[in-house]
């Protein structure tokens, strides 16, 4: 009799043991909305340039990338300095396969064992996975009912867990809702204050949606704050989720700080070649994020007119409620055929803003749930 080996058979570390991988259910139906992405595929000239460049890459594919990825952070450092308000250049950018692992090089080098990272729940759970998954304690903090930062209780629980990293997710998920730059100044100060004695704490401020924002992005924040770092992403705003791409931009000492821990040639040149096409078209798909917008801004009204309690949101997403039980809302819905994600908040859910057809979709199947349940 052969026994399957389980993980927790594995000498596994002690702080994995029993835990799950992050994952939402991708299941088969027709109106997926689960995920945050953008629902518009790249459009044509856009894919026959990334074959372009991809083929130009693979000339020279017996060669490792440029470990540096000189170009790529240019070109970035451009969009940036264009779109979110304050100049950077390349020494201020750093990019990796996805947010995620930007916030884990961050992590690694800010992070690890004896130390700890607060984020304010309900936020974004790989920030506290990621923490997991470096050996960094994770802090729970707190959030209001209405999903805004309290920044008092904010600043106690800063003061009293004396944290080596502060997540601040702007607009968060799964909720929507954006932080201002006075809050995040506060919690800076705060998080300066109470880690003194480690030369200060590393504040990163998650904007992976910051393009949908109805506000300004915080990047000019970090002028004068070298332990401030604004986190980016291609995946959403570039419809790009496929391509992993994310990148920071900071004080040029994190820069150098990160190179500490990320692996040589961490980024493909298949990756850095995509990432310099999408980037040439960055008009065309910002154009898209305006359509989302105005998408998303019209799911909150609808879903307001039909009743649903809505939080204001400044991301391709919307938190609606309130169910007495959401995971048999989530259920209800797809059965209608449309797939939102219930991020374990209870009595809410939050649906991915979609294609006009999509949305509609969405709508008329909540509209039948709250009929059905009359
Ligand atoms: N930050 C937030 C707040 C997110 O929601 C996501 C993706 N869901 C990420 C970071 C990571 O995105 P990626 O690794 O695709 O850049």
Redesign the pocket.
Known sequence: MTHETRIDDLPIRDELRGKSPYGAPQLDVPVRLN??ENPYPLPEPLVARIAERVAEAARHLNRYPDRDATELRTELAKYLTRTAGHEVTMRHVWAA???????QQLLQTFGGPGRTAIGFEP??S?HALISRGTGTGWIPGPRREDFTIDVAAAERAIAEHRPNAVFV?SP??PTGTAVGAETVLRLYEAAQAARADTGGALVVV?E??GEFSHHPSLLPLIEGRPNLVV?R????AFGA?GL???YLAADPAVVDAVQLVRLPYHLSAVTQATALAALEHTDTLLGYVEQLKTERDRLVTELRAMGCEVTDSDANFVQFGRFADSPAAWRAILGHGVLVRDNGVPGWLRVTAGTPAENDAFLDAVRAVLKENQ
Not at 97 to 103: A, D, K, R, W
Not at 233 to 236: G, I, L, W
């Open positions: 995920t945050n396969n996805g947010s995620n692992e930007v916030l936020s974004y790989m997710c968060n998920n998650d992976a949606y986190s992403t291609m995946s959403k989720a992993r791409l994310g």
